[in-house]
């Protein structure tokens, strides 16, 4: 039983959909992972044991899949009900073979985690026992890059799952250097499809794909920032493939000469009729004309550029690395207003239906200087409250239906991206803490430790259970009432 799935690589091309004969999809059935099977032509043992087991044996009841970043394409990262606990447990660790810097999908019982050693992992939710293991692609030495600061690197962004195909999708960069697009079967492991999906004419080295896929308008989007150090002739960027395999790829790259990178790890966000929002990074533009860096901007299902926001002092913001595309856009309930917040440290509120371009922002507050993903869920009298991750430590934003926002509580000791599950927000800290605030107050109610996290891990949520990517795999830890 082999680890990894590999069909024929030779003539694969950029926007090739593979196709297999029937002679070769059966070879392939044959060395599907699934436990008790034979060997693959690789020899690489799947991990069939079970090195997840608790000290003592801790329940899981679980709820509702979460099969992309904070649950769906809005990026709300919200459980309306859930267990409002005060004392979280772990109940079982999963050593894997490399950082997890993504956040884990739950889908029909499954934890699945991608790994910068360059796996997709398929674990029992209720026990962590590994169910298979698919090896994508060696990861790649960060000697071998121009810059950056993962090392070494495999699966960065966070996989997405589509059930009208039963397939997960995640983007493994291999040696080359190239990003490569793998549709994974949920139930088995086996490779179904792998596509080259670096964008004509960019230079796949200096492109990092942090930002999570999202699924939407039948289209898996992937987008590209650049990699720590701003090396290299890059451009924030984003791909589009389609899920069937048939039509054509499309790509936007951000109108700017370098840079603007779309890098932030919740990814691209879709509006209720198909439309998709990023926020962009800092570009090398320090004046002039505004060439849509740090900005927010929406485009078509297409990728084609419909509208754009910028801070009035975008340029500036260039100048010293202050990009506002540091957090992901934050689609609010509704979803006709979007809120943005960066590095810079301003929180800005447009109209999804008029981004206002530059300075057109409905409100401005600060500060908060923000990386990762935020959370949001409906506020009172039909406004919002949203949850950022600032450097500040993690604040409450309240919007007003007027289209004011407000500060709330702030727990500076707490910085990592949140969710929101019943009247609880969820971060986990790099030292390893996973910290449970009252929604209302911002007071603790519980607190676990899981393991080293890397400095943009957010949970994922099922019924009962949180599942949290570590530096060695993922943790799963039990909300008791």
Known sequence: MSSRISPLRGGRSHGGARRWTGALAAALVGIAVLAGCGSASTGEPVVTSNPAAPVTPVPLSLGPDWPTYHGN?????????GPDPASPTVAWRAPLDGAVYASPIVVN???VAATEGGSLYGLDAATGAVRWRT????PVPGSALPCGDIDPIGITGTPVYDSGTGEVFAVATEQGIEHVLFGVDLRSGQVRDQRKVDAPGSEPATHLQRGALLLANGMVYIPYGGNYGDCGQYLGRVVGVPVTRNGPEVDFAVPTTREGGI?????????PGGDVLVTTGNGEAVGGAWDHSDSI?????QLRLLDGFAPSGWAQENSVDADLGSTGPVLLPGGRRVLAAGKGGGVYLTNVDALGGVDGQLDRLEPCHSYGGAATAPGRDGGAVVYLPCTEGLLQVRVGTDNRMSRGWQAPAVTGSPILVGTTVWSVQQNGTLDGLDSATGQVRGTVQVGAATRFATPATSGTALFVPTRDGVTAVALHH
């Open 263 to 271: 890098w932030a790890p919740s990814g691209p966000a879709v509006l």
């Open 73 to 81: 394409g809005t990026r709300a990262g919200y459980v309306p009900e």
């Open 109 to 111: 019982g499954l934890v």
């Open 135 to 138: 090896h994508l692609a060696d």
């Open 297 to 301: 901007l929406r485009l078509s299902p």
